[in-house]
């Protein structure tokens, strides 16, 4: 790893940072518009918007785990095997993208009741997530070329078109929300054709190169089935994270319509600010894997460290940013007052465990980066394990009266510390650091 490693980490890092803050702020645009249609449309969204990020972030690995692969093969350098490993990456999302339509639409009705959110609620989920089920193939091409690309050290185009598409995005469901007056409808169909399109100029970009190598673009069926198989741990580790996820959205359903509508906030800001300490994540995972294919195990700790010391402080700064808003964005999203009170406290709680997530996201992207996936898939199960009791707790004193946000946000915060311990006493290890081309 070169000496100037703290370069190479900002060079990937603010593009990933960008373009990463730029998805969760269009949804806060999307929940900003939807929010003004009413208390019960904006809690529809946040049932809704659970299950599709559910339906599309348990394949995140079409990125993560393509990230690793390309990027150490390009450390090898073997950058013709890496554009190959990445085409086998968006044929996998693409088959998998049509199975989780079918399936999201055919159950859409069913999966919204899980929450036990009220009738007029439950109807605007289900209006919007059928709807939105249309542009989940695409969804999932854009995680396999956004993955590829940042492989080859390239997190720039992501960018690029992270900028035109939720811009896309949000001045399409302003229209066809109001003025052309679909509601919630209209967010939706905004969403699908802006995903629609970024994956189509993606896949342009990643084509030109393949071309210009000569790396195969037909469907391998033996390469799409490695990719497969290699990315089930990590598939694994998606599902436990996303199911503590739906466990604290299940809960705050059961508080009632203006608590849910806050939690669906809370999570989106909680969200924006993850994304942006992923962006050192997605550093990790392609100076990690280059470092490896290149045998440099020295170089991979020194980027670690300094990540991880600039992660915290990250995590300080986004945290503070938010204790001096909380008061202020609660009304960017609904006229209830309930509303805003409840989500004013809860955002104290989201901006305390910023350091901690800071951690646990950097130590994360390392050893996706290293390919460690399959200890990733226990420490993930075993997070998931420790954090069900303290949902055990929020559930006896709701049934002896005490109640709220507070406390659900508080155990969430609980979660991200139980993960971030075990990322660290990992990390401490070289069991992880296997060098070469594969691993």
Same mark, same amino acid.
């Given at each position: 790893m070169p000496?100037?490693?703290?370069?190479?980490?900002?060079? $990937?890092?603010?593009?990933?940072?960008?373009?990463?803050?730029?998805?969760p702020l269009f949804l806060l645009a999307d929940s900003a518009i939807v929010g003004y249609l009413g208390t019960e449309s904006l809690a529809g969204l946040g049932v809704a918007s659970a299950v599709l990020l559910t339906a599309t972030n348990i394949f995140v690995f079409l990125a993560y785990g393509t990230t690793a692969a390309v990027s150490r093969r390009l450390g090898a350098g073997d950058q013709r095997g890496a554009l190959s490993t990445g085409v086998d990456g968006v044929w996998l999302a693409l088959i998998l993208g049509a199975v989780a339509t079918v399936v999201v639409i055919a159950w859409a009705p069913g999966l919204v009741g899980l929450f036990g959110a009220g009738p007029g609620a439950r109807d605007e989920a289900v209006t919007y997530l059928r709807i939105s089920a249309v542009g989940i193939p695409p969804m999932l091409v854009v995680?396999?070329?956004?993955?590829?690309?940042?492989?080859?050290?390239?997190?720039?185009?992501?960018?690029?078109?992270a900028v035109a598409g939720f811009g896309t995005n949000a001045v399409l469901s302003f229209l066809l929300v109001h003025p052309v007056g679909l509601g919630i409808a209209g967010a939706a169909w905004g969403s699908v054709i802006a995903q629609s399109g970024m994956a189509i100029g993606l896949c342009a970009v990643l084509v030109t190169?393949?071309?210009? $190598?000569?790396?195969? &673009?037909?469907?391998?069926? *033996?390469?799409?089935?490695?990719?497969?198989?290699?990315?089930?741990? &990590?598939?694994?580790?998606?599902?436990?994270?996303?199911?503590?996820? &739906?466990?604290?959205?299940?809960?705050?359903?059961?508080? *009632?319509?203006?608590?849910?509508?806050?939690?669906?906030?809370?999570?989106?800001?909680?969200?924006?600010?993850?994304?942006?300490?992923?962006?050192?994540?997605?550093?990790?995972?392609?100076?990690?894997?280059?470092a490896l294919g290149a045998g440099d195990a020295a170089g991979t700790?020194?980027?670690?460290?300094?990540?991880?010391?600039?992660?915290?402080?990250?995590?300080?700064?986004?945290?503070?940013?938010?204790?001096?808003?909380?008061?202020?964005?609660?009304?960017?999203?609904?006229?209830?007052?309930?509303v805003h009170a409840a989500l004013a406290a809860?955002?104290?709680?989201?901006? %305390? *465990?910023?350091?901690?997530?800071?951690?646990?996201? @950097?130590?994360?992207? @390392?050893?996706?980066?290293?390919?460690?996936?399959?200890?990733?898939?226990?420490?993930?199960?075993? %997070?998931?394990?420790?954090?069900?009791?303290?949902?055990?707790?929020?559930?006896?004193?709701?049934? @002896?009266?005490?109640?709220?946000? @507070? *406390?659900?946000?508080?155990?969430?915060?609980?979660?991200?510390?139980?993960?971030?311990?075990?990322?660290?006493?990992?990390?401490?290890?070289d069991v992880w650091m296997v060098v070469g081309a594969v691993r």
């Open positions: 000496t100037d490693h703290r370069r190479e980490i900002l060079r $990937l890092a603010i593009p990933a940072f960008l373009a990463l803050v730029a998805e995680l396999a070329a956004t993955g590829v690309l940042r492989g080859l050290q390239d997190t720039r185009t992501p960018l690029v078109a190169g393949a071309r210009r $190598l000569g790396a195969p &673009l037909s469907l391998h069926p *033996g390469g799409v089935l490695r990719a497969a198989l290699d990315g089930i741990p &990590l598939l694994i580790r998606t599902l436990a994270l996303r199911a503590a996820l &739906l466990v604290t959205t299940w809960y705050a359903a059961g508080l *009632g319509d203006a608590e849910l509508a806050a939690h669906q906030v809370a999570m989106t800001v909680w969200s924006a600010l993850a994304f942006a300490l992923d962006a050192l994540a997605i550093a990790g995972q392609a100076l990690t894997g280059k700790r020194q980027v670690m460290a300094t990540m991880i010391r600039w992660g915290i402080w990250f995590g300080v700064v986004l945290g503070a940013v938010i204790v001096a808003g909380h008061r202020i964005i609660p009304l960017g999203f609904s006229t209830d007052p309930r809860a955002l104290i709680v989201v901006a %305390c *465990g910023q350091p901690v997530a800071a951690v646990a996201f @950097v130590l994360d992207g @390392v050893l996706i980066g290293a390919g460690d996936t399959r200890w990733l898939a226990l420490a993930q199960t075993v %997070c998931l394990i420790g954090y069900l009791p303290m949902m055990g707790v929020l559930v006896w004193l709701d049934l @002896v009266g005490i109640r709220g946000l @507070v *406390g659900l946000w508080i155990a969430f915060t609980g979660f991200m510390a139980l993960r971030a311990a075990l990322l660290w006493w990992r990390s401490r290890s």
